[in-house]
C-alpha cells in the first residue's frame, strides 16, 4: 500500500520539452527552448563526478554482460575432470599430514584449495551422469563437502578430536563418492 503513491505517479521526462512550440518543423524554435531548459539545471560538481563516473563504468568494454556462472558451470571437460580427480583425492587425503603436525593454519590452507579443484571435477562428473544417476551422487557430494567444511572449522577451533572424527569422515565420503562414479 506505500508504494501506490509511487507507482501512481507519471514518469517525468529528465529534460522537460515544451508543449507550446508554434511550429513542431521549425528546429530553431526547438532547439532554442532545449537548450533555455538545459541552462535551467544547475548540476553540482558531485552529480557531474557522478554522472561521469556512471557513464564510464556502463561504457567500459571490461562491464559484465551477465552473471558469471563458471562455478556451477565448469570450464572443464569430462575427460579433464576424470584425469584429475584421482590426483585431487590424493590431495585432500595428504591433509593428514598438516593435521598430525597441527600446522592448522597450512591445513586449512591445503584443505581448501584441493577440496576447490575437487569439487569442481567431482561437479563435472555429475553433470555428464544421466539424470536418474545424479540425485543420490549430488547427496554425497553434498555429504562430503559438508565433512570437508566441519574439518575445516574443526581444524580453525584446534579441536584435535573433531578434527580426526571429520576426516575420518571425510576419508568415508570420499570413498563412497569414488566407488559411485
Same mark, same amino acid.
Given at each position: 500500500?506505500?508504494?501506490?503513491?509511487?507507482?501512481?505517479?507519471?514518469?517525468? @521526462?529528465?529534460? @522537460?520539452?515544451?508543449?507550446?512550440?508554434?511550429? *513542431?518543423? #521549425?528546429? #530553431?524554435?526547438?532547439? #532554442? +527552448?532545449? /537548450?533555455?531548459?538545459?541552462?535551467?539545471?544547475?548540476?553540482?560538481? +558531485?552529480?557531474?563526478?557522478? &554522472?561521469?563516473?556512471?557513464?564510464?563504468?556502463?561504457?567500459?568494454?571490461?562491464?559484465?554482460?551477465?552473471?558469471?556462472?563458471?562455478?556451477?558451470? @565448469?570450464? /572443464?571437460?569430462?575427460?579433464?575432470?576424470? %584425469?584429475?580427480?584421482?590426483?585431487?583425492?590424493?590431495?585432500?587425503?595428504?591433509?593428514?599430514?598438516?593435521?598430525?603436525?597441527?600446522? !592448522?593454519?597450512?591445513?586449512?590452507?591445503?584443505? +581448501?584449495?584441493?577440496?576447490?579443484?575437487?569439487?569442481?571435477?567431482?561437479?563435472?562428473?555429475? /553433470?555428464? #551422469? *544421466?539424470?536418474?544417476? +545424479? @540425485?543420490?551422487?549430488?547427496? &554425497?557430494?553434498?555429504?562430503?563437502?559438508?565433512?570437508?567444511?566441519?574439518?575445516?572449522?574443526?581444524?580453525? %577451533?584446534?579441536?584435535?578430536?573433531?578434527? !580426526?572424527?571429520?576426516? %575420518?569422515?571425510?576419508? &568415508?565420503?570420499?570413498?563412497?563418492?569414488?566407488?559411485? &562414479?
Amino acid at each position: 500500500m506505500a508504494l501506490l503513491p509511487l507507482v501512481q505517479k507519471p514518469i517525468q @521526462p529528465l529534460i @522537460p520539452f515544451p508543449s507550446s512550440i508554434s511550429n *513542431p518543423f #521549425n528546429l #530553431n524554435q526547438s532547439k #532554442n +527552448r532545449i /537548450q533555455m531548459c538545459l541552462h535551467s539545471y544547475h548540476f553540482t560538481r +558531485r552529480t557531474s563526478l557522478n &554522472l561521469g563516473a556512471t557513464s564510464f563504468i556502463l561504457l567500459s568494454e571490461k562491464t559484465a554482460n551477465a552473471f558469471d556462472f563458471r562455478i556451477t558451470v @565448469p570450464d /572443464q571437460t569430462l575427460e579433464e575432470a576424470e %584425469d584429475g580427480i584421482q590426483s585431487h583425492a590424493k590431495s585432500l587425503l595428504q591433509v593428514k599430514e598438516l593435521l598430525e603436525a597441527e600446522t !592448522w593454519k597450512e591445513a586449512q590452507k591445503a584443505l +581448501r584449495k584441493s577440496s576447490a579443484l575437487l569439487k569442481q571435477d567431482i561437479y563435472t562428473i555429475i /553433470q555428464a #551422469n *544421466p539424470g536418474k544417476q +545424479r @540425485p543420490e551422487l549430488r547427496k &554425497l557430494y553434498s555429504i562430503l563437502f559438508n565433512t570437508v567444511s566441519r574439518l575445516d572449522f574443526a581444524a580453525r %577451533d584446534k579441536d584435535v578430536p573433531r578434527v !580426526w572424527e571429520y576426516y %575420518d569422515n571425510m576419508v &568415508l565420503a570420499l570413498n563412497n563418492i569414488l566407488s559411485k &562414479l
